[in-house]
């Protein structure tokens, strides 16, 4: 099984992301790893996602998992932006798009998982 | 060399026993499989559910692996240490044991407490105790019905989260048991329910089955099958409902709590957001259940809105 991590910021060349066609861009720099299993999207340094790109990063999740078994995690989101993807991730299951768009995070450390657990 | 972790959850947030319960999985795995390791639970003064069902289930499961781990019993809360005595912890209830009548005069101790015993049920039975074990689920699910009040829809919601979560542990897990456990908080309005396992876990099901999952690599993609409704028995009319439509009354009707946690990945949906998470170093071998139950005003919750 094969993974790796893409720097967000370096492949969008911007810390703020604000069209669908920044993700599909995304997604089209991750496919060209072959017999990828994980992706691992590192969203440091980014300050703001749109939420056209949340629903189409979902979208494009969604698309790389059901077409080549890509499983897509998501690290070092900032609050804000993980926020926004909670909110389209919830429409998109509310509108029955897919029911697999649930943003999938992967915790830099022990602490960052236990915060959460905590906040939950 | 001994092993003491230490054990102080006095606080009722959902996640922080499930935090706690990984912290000691870490530690159990890093340790020497000679080693003789002691949970110390001496200094609690409350415990909630997801932490005592999943210290269970994680013994049983280093056990099989030839770890050796004991719970330190000098409590220094009497309380506390009476509490253990009453749900049976760790040694568990199981059915198979009773006789078919003796169930009532067992099930009477339980009707005034704001507990169920912690129960084990043992899988690949005989015809005669697999209907012990059919009867018992359905006392223990009254048990609750009846103590938590839960009229009309609600209690049939329970009987589904409950039927449909232990009946996937029997057709899938490829487990010796399954244990449930549930403690009911008047005052905070809520029942905490643990359903847990250490089978194969949600990636060894999928992985059993490579002529129609020949791809499933990983405890993250068997997760979203398993919450997508993808089921390893094939018959996509029929099955893979029992986890959606589940999660779905808990938290979309009754506005409830689902965590599920199998290898090293978790699952979490309330209303406010619904992720998967990755677990880090540790690793839960098997499939673990916590669900938080509101007993509030759920007047209008039908239970026919959600089956699918």
């Known amino acids: ?120 | 060399m001994n092993i003491t972790v230490q054990l102080i959850d006095n606080q009722d947030a959902f996640g922080r026993p499930i935090g706690e319960l990984l912290r000691i999985i870490e530690i159990v795995d890093s340790t020497d499989l000679n080693d003789e390791i002691i949970i110390d639970l001496s200094r609690c003064r409350f415990s909630n559910p997801f932490l005592l069902g999943g210290l269970v289930v994680i013994q049983k499961a280093f056990e099989k692996k030839g770890y050796n781990i004991q719970f330190n019993r000098n409590f220094a809360d009497a309380r506390f240490a009476a509490y253990l005595e009453h749900i049976l912890f760790p040694r568990c209830i199981n059915p198979v044991s009773f006789a078919d009548d003796s169930y009532d005069v067992f099930f009477r101790n339980y009707r005034n407490r704001n507990f169920i015993p912690l129960t084990i049920y043992p899988n690949n039975l005989s015809p005669d105790d697999a209907r012990k074990r059919e009867h018992f689920i359905t006392e223990v699910t009254q048990l609750i019905i009846n103590r938590c009040r839960l009229a009309g829809d609600i209690g049939q919601a329970m009987r589904y989260i409950i039927s449909e979560a232990l009946d996937n542990i029997i057709e899938h897990s490829r487990s010796e048991f399954s244990i449930i456990f549930a403690q009911f908080y008047p005052n905070l309005g809520y029942l905490d329910l643990i359903i847990s396992d250490c089978g194969i876990g949600l990636l060894g099901s999928y992985q059993r089955r490579p002529d129609l999952f020949p791809h499933v690599a990983s405890h993250t993609d068997a997760m979203q099958r398993a919450i997508d409704g993808q089921s390893t028995k094939g018959d996509e009319l029929n099955r893979g409902f029992g986890i959606r439509t589940s999660r779905n009354m808990l938290v979309d009707g009754l506005n409830g709590k689902y965590f599920l946690m199998s290898g090293e990945t978790f699952y979490f949906h309330d209303r406010g957001q619904s992720r998967i998470g990755t677990t880090g170093k540790a690793s839960f071998d098997g499939v673990f259940l916590a669900l938080r139950v509101p007993i509030g005003d759920n007047r209008n919750f039908r239970y026919t809105d959600y089956l699918e």
Do not use: C, Y
């Open chain 1, 1 to 120: 099984m094969t993974e790796e991590i893409f720097d967000v910021k370096a492949i969008a060349a911007t810390s703020s992301l604000a069209t669908r066609e920044a993700a599909k861009n995304l997604f089209d720099h991750i496919r060209l790893n072959e017999n990828l299993a994980i992706a691992i999207l590192d969203f440091s340094s980014i300050t703001f996602i749109s939420r056209s790109f949340a629903d189409q990063l979902l979208k494009e999740q969604v698309k790389a998992f059901n077409t080549s078994s890509i499983v897509v995690q998501l690290l070092n989101v900032p609050a804000d932006v993980l926020a926004m993807i909670d909110k389209v991730s919830a429409t998109q299951q509310k509108t029955g798009f897919d029911r697999s768009a649930v943003p999938v995070v992967r915790f830099a450390d022990a602490e960052t998982l236990n915060n959460f657990l905590v906040s939950i």
